[in-house]
Structure formats: C-alpha cells, structure tokens
C-alpha cells in the first residue's frame, strides 16, 4: 500500500501568516506608542529644564544690566555653588540690604520717588545694628529722610514698604516725635545727644538714604 502523505491546505497557511502579521502590528504599535510617550516626557522635561534655568538666568542678567557696575562680596555657598551678595557700584552693602545716599536735598515724597526710580525706597530702619551701620557714612552737618510718615498726623507712623512699625525699635531724640504738622521723620545728629530719629515738615528739602534688596547670583 503507498504511503499516504497529507499536505497543509493553502487556507490554514495564509491563516497563521494573518495571525503572525497582527501580532507583530500590535507589538511594533505598543513599541512605537512607548516611544512616543518617552519622548514627550523628555521633550516637556527639558522644556521645563530650561524654562526654571533660562527664566532664573534671564531676571539675574536684566538685573545685572540695570546697573553700569556691581560690587559683589562672597555670602557661603549654596550646595556646591558660591552665593553672591552684590550691590550697584556706589551703594553700600549691610546684611541682605543695598544704601544710597543722596547728594542733594528733596522734599519727603520727591526723595522716595527717586529711591524707587533706582528699584528702591527710603531706608527703613529694623534694628540698632542697621542704624549703627548707616550713621557711620553720614555728615553730623546734616539731616536724612528715613522711610517713615504719619500722613494724617494723627500718631500712625508707617514704614514706606509697608514693614510694621514696632514699638521696641523707635530711635526718636527725647520728646520726638512732638507735632502733628510734621509728618515724615529724619535720622540727625545733635550735640551731646548723637544721632536719633526726628519728625519734620514733609515739604522740608533734606537729604535721604535709599534701601534695596541685594542682588544675589
């Protein structure tokens, strides 16, 4: 008897190839969809990258080109980088703060507009140690505007970037403040007395000290 021999019928081939076929479309979809994924991820991740670096860069230099020259003094380090503390060129460094000042005499509200005009505001005043800096560049011969008013005369004294005034850090001369016409406050020096705060008539031309926040890089 011949042997009989069965041959794969033509359908049933074409049936495997399909199922291969479909089953190394999802593989390659899956593959393609992951990296598609990956690279978005990488894409946003590197757009935040250089948002938070560009953005912190961007405000340092248009900070640094405002001023035609800064002093800066080495503050510590933070991480494994160096901090700067840095001031404009013929402004004084103490603390976290910038001083400046003035070399001619203004009105109180003529005096805090300029202040601001060079991105600060008159001095405001938070501790002895600050005040002991301060009078050190300061001509006895003179008095200087400080950030400090009573607008309506009534005794409410503010500081002019809103700091609350405290009561444990008032350095008037005895007996000052002692009118409701005079409104802004003056640091001046007396004879036998030193140097102390004072309130004057807001219209009086003096002298001022402007204060602004170091610039760190």
Avoid at 80 to 96: I, Y
Avoid at 204 to 209: M, P
Wanted: proline fraction near 3%; charged fraction near 20%.
């Amino acid at each position: 008897m011949e042997g009989l021999h069965i041959m794969p019928q033509e359908g049933q081939h074409q049936g495997r190839e399909k199922a291969e076929w479909r089953s190394q479309a999802r593989l390659w979809s899956v593959a393609m969809i992951c990296i598609g994924l990956l690279s978005t991820c990488f894409i946003v991740g590197c757009v935040v990258t250089y948002q938070l670096t560009y953005g912190k860069t961007s405000t340092k230099l248009s900070q640094l080109h405002t001023y035609s020259s800064l002093t800066c003094f080495s503050e510590g380090t933070r991480g494994a980088e160096k901090v700067w503390g840095c001031c404009p060129g013929p402004w004084m460094s103490f603390g976290s703060s910038c001083y400046f000042i003035s070399t001619e005499r203004k009105f109180w509200a003529k005096s805090e507009k300029n202040c601001i005009a060079l991105g600060a505001h008159l001095v405001v005043i938070n501790t002895k140690a600050e005040q002991n800096f301060i009078i050190q560049h300061l001509n006895t011969s003179f008095a200087y505007f400080l950030g400090l008013s009573d607008p309506q005369g009534n005794g409410d004294w503010q500081w002019s970037d809103k700091t609350p005034y405290k009561e444990n850090i008032r350095f008037w001369h005895n007996n000052e403040p002692n009118s409701p016409d005079e409104r802004c406050a003056t640091i001046v020096s007396w004879e036998k007395r030193g140097w102390a705060w004072n309130d004057v008539v807001c219209e009086t031309n003096e002298y001022s000290i402007c204060e602004m926040n170091k610039i760190y890089l």
